[in-house]
């Protein structure tokens, strides 16, 4: 079954960086999108970046162009999110999404597979 497993979170001051990762498993389906959605305290789930898996097409929330960028790396079925000039409005809960299929997809409800989060906190 499809595991995904997020790390990388931490605390950060504003301007600094921070990469998480998820180590996806149980990948049957050649065309999927991975995504990375975050959760603030009191808000909804919002979409932070997808990319899909064939292709490599990449697809970003208006809060993080031109800061976040996400890749994957096929040998180790791994995707990243690196984050630079991290502002305190990006501390939430960063969570790593799967769904088959490839698209334009940035709502949760489009997303079947979830990892458990990890935190991420930036400091003013």
């Known amino acids: 079954q499809v595991q995904l497993v997020e790390s990388g979170g931490g605390l950060v001051q504003a301007g600094g960086s921070l990469r998480l990762s998820c180590a996806a498993s149980?990948?049957?389906?050649?065309?999927?999108?991975m995504a990375w959605f975050r959760e603030a305290p009191g808000k909804e789930r919002d979409f932070v970046a997808a990319i899909g898996w064939s292709g490599g097409s990449t697809y970003y929330g208006d809060s993080v162009k031109g800061r976040f960028a996400i890749s994957v790396d096929y040998a180790k079925t791994t995707v990243y999110l690196e984050m630079n000039d991290l502002k305190p409005e990006d501390t939430a809960v960063y969570y790593c999404a799967l769904r088959w299929g490839q698209g334009l997809y940035n709502t949760a409800v489009d997303y079947a597979y979830w990892g458990q989060g990890t935190q991420v906190t930036v400091s003013s």
């Open positions: 149980g990948l049957t389906f050649d065309r999927k999108m």
